[in-house]
């Protein structure tokens, strides 16, 4: 079945530095993808969504790129800051399907000083 | 900024009993979900609502779900008959469209079954 995942469940980096958060996808009919930012006691934050007609999109200090021959998702963020430090969700909808989001599991940022 | 608010933020009920979560959608959205999220694992689609009925439902979301839009703002999600395994974070989230385009969360209802 289709599914959504996660290379690394923790990461861990110094404030300032570049994060780079990964995701695999599985479905190659999924044409819309979204991250999400998940600070501790709080919902889901929608950051960024990129469909499948582009392979980058930049926003605020975030950029999520999309690799379709290998079904990888990735999102950037530069500069990092202690207040980056959450739980980050890559989400795919199904071209044609419900286009409820579907979550991945989730990797953990930690941001040290 | 609008924001979806639930209530109560903690929840804790006996086995076997109904519990009730509430939730304001942002007012001029059309689309509202329940999601819930396991104490580390992923956060898990329940139930879409559109137009006064359900859209979309997963496979947890059995007999002993319901959904309910009461009035005008409120949208609640009843479980009739608690068990220990639907101890969870319950999420509710609302959209202006369907395309699945910026959900906005809550910031959960915390349930413990005992």
């Known amino acids: 079945g289709e599914s959504v995942g996660l290379h690394l469940p923790t990461l861990s980096v110094q404030e300032g530095d570049n994060s780079i958060i990964n995701c695999a996808y599985s479905?190659?009919?999924?044409?819309?993808f979204i991250w999400y930012k998940q600070e501790s006691g709080k919902g889901p934050q929608f950051i960024i969504d990129i469909r499948s007609n582009m392979d980058k999109r930049q926003g605020q200090r975030v950029t999520v790129l999309l690799n379709k021959t290998v079904k990888h998702l990735s999102l950037q963020i530069a500069a990092t800051q202690p207040g980056d430090s959450a739980v980050y969700f890559c989400?795919?909808?199904?071209?044609?399907?419900?286009?409820?989001?579907?979550f991945g599991r989730g990797t953990s940022l930690i941001v040290h000083p | 900024e609008p924001e979806v608010t639930q209530t109560p933020s903690h929840q804790v009920t006996q086995m076997g009993q109904e519990v009730i979560l509430r939730c304001v959608p942002i007012s001029n959205h059309l689309y509202f979900y329940w999601y819930r999220q396991i104490l580390g694992q992923k956060v898990e689609f329940l139930v879409s609502f559109y137009n006064n009925e359900i859209s979309e439902k997963s496979e947890i979301f059995d007999d002993q779900f319901s959904v309910e839009r009461p009035d005008g703002s409120n949208f609640t999600l009843k479980i009739r008959s608690t068990k220990l395994e639907d101890s969870a974070m319950y999420f509710c989230a609302s959209s202006l469209d369907s395309g699945g385009e910026k959900l906005f969360f809550g910031s959960g209802t915390q349930l413990s079954v005992l």
């Open positions: 479905n190659s009919a999924s044409d819309y």
């Open positions: 989400a795919e909808t199904l071209s044609g399907g419900s286009y409820i989001p579907t």
